[in-house]
């Protein structure tokens, strides 16, 4: 069965930088787009960046944008998202995502806190 485990999550300062990595496994990774999502306190959950199957293509949040890169590595199925110049907005549960034949699928989510 699909499954998604992300990590690096913690608690950084404002403007540092933190790696979050998902490892997939259960499907053909290579084949799939995968997506990170983040949802703060009280707050819906929002798509942050998307990453084609090729790696080719990215998309961000205009929130997020010229501060995180999504990427990936098809040999390890894994799907990483750097972000630097963290902002306390930024502060919530990061999931990674992939839809794979039609059903939407999701980690266990990784924190992510920005505090002085």
């Known amino acids: 069965q699909v499954q998604l485990v992300e990590s690096g999550g913690g608690l950084v300062q404002p403007g540092g930088s933190l790696r979050l990595s998902c490892a997939a496994s259960g499907f053909t990774f290579s084949n799939y787009g995968m997506k990170w999502y983040r949802q703060a306190p009280g707050k819906e959950r929002e798509l942050v960046a998307t990453?084609?199957?090729?790696?080719?293509?990215?998309n961000y949040a205009d929130s997020v944008k010229g501060r995180f890169t999504i990427s990936r590595d098809n040999a390890k199925n894994t799907v990483y998202l750097q972000m630097n110049s963290l902002k306390p907005e930024d502060t919530a549960v990061y999931y990674c995502?992939?839809?794979?034949?039609?059903?939407?699928?999701w980690g266990q989510g990784t924190q992510v806190t920005v505090s002085s």
């Open positions: 995502n992939v839809v794979q034949r039609g059903l939407s699928h």
């Open positions: 990453i084609s199957s090729t790696g080719w293509s990215s």
